[in-house]
Nanobody
């Protein structure tokens, strides 16, 4: 069964760091882009960061300079290192994988940043 499984979320104080992980399994198509999105309570899901199979990265302005996305193609895993966390970073974080034929979403991992 194809799935994306996120981990690494939790409760952390403002200014702290977290590393989120997302493991893709059972996806038989080549994964082109892996991305992180987040959705805060009462808000729409928004793009956070993305990385192509060749390592090109993009970031939302809200996390640029504080976050680093990386990818281990051999392990079908994408990571999101987030530093200097702010209360406004509180959200469910979702992993997204794009292939030629379809997209996949994980179920999310909750990050809560306390003031």
């Amino acid at each position: 069964q194809a799935q994306l499984v996120e981990s690494g979320g939790g409760l952390i104080q403002a200014g702290g760091s977290l590393r989120l992980s997302c493991v893709a399994s059972g996806i038989i198509f080549r994964i082109n882009v892996m991305e992180w999105y987040r959705q805060a309570p009462g808000k729409q899901r928004e793009f956070v960061a993305g990385i192509t199979s060749s390592g090109t990265t993009t970031y939302a302005d809200s996390v640029k300079g504080r976050s680093t996305i990386s990818r281990d193609n051999a392990k079908n895993t994408v990571y999101l290192q987030m530093n200097s966390l702010k209360p406004e970073d509180t959200a469910d974080y979702y992993c997204h994988a794009n292939t030629q034929w379809r997209d996949y979403w994980g179920k999310g991992t909750l990050v809560t940043v306390s003031p």
